[in-house]
C-alpha cells in the first residue's frame, strides 16, 4: 500500500520534470514500478545508478534516488524505506517511457539478491 501511494505521488511530481517545452503540448508519457529488495540502502543505490548508466542514461544521484537524463526522458530509481525500490520514467511517449522502466526493472532484477 506505501509502494502504491509512493509511486502515485511521484507520478505527480514527474509530470512536470526534465520535459522539454515541445514535450509540454501534451500530458507526459509515463510508467512506473515498485518492487521489494534485498540489499542495503547503499547497495540499493550503487545498482540504481549503475541501472540507469548501463540503459544510457546520464546518471545524477541525490539523497534517496538516482536519477537520470537521456533525451526528453527523466528516469528515477528511489530506494524507499521498508526495502521498496521504485523506478519512474517520464518522457513524450508513454510507450517508450514504459520500454525505459521494464529495461531498467530488467536490469536491476538481473543483480543477485533481487526480488519482485
Not at 520534470?17 to 515541445?22: D, E, F, H, T
Not at 518492487?35 to 548508466?53: K, P, Q, T
Request: glycine residues 12%; charged residues 15%; hydrophobic residues 45%.
Amino acid at each position: 500500500m506505501a509502494a502504491k501511494s509512493l509511486v502515485a505521488g511521484l507520478t505527480l511530481i514527474f509530470a512536470g520534470l526534465g520535459l522539454s517545452s515541445a514535450t509540454l503540448a501534451g500530458p507526459p508519457g509515463m510508467s512506473s514500478h515498485a518492487s521489494g529488495w534485498n540489499m542495503s540502502f547503499n547497495e540499493c543505490m550503487r545498482r540504481a545508478s549503475a541501472g540507469l548508466r548501463e540503459n544510457g542514461f546520464e546518471v545524477q544521484v541525490h539523497q534517496t534516488a538516482a536519477g537520470g537524463l537521456l533525451g526528453d526522458y527523466n528516469a528515477q530509481i528511489i530506494c524507499a524505506p521498508k526495502q521498496v525500490i521504485v523506478v519512474v520514467v517520464a518522457g513524450p511517449e508513454a510507450n517508450k517511457a514504459d520500454e525505459y522502466v521494464k529495461s531498467i526493472q530488467q536490469t536491476l532484477l538481473a543483480f543477485s539478491g533481487q526480488r519482485r
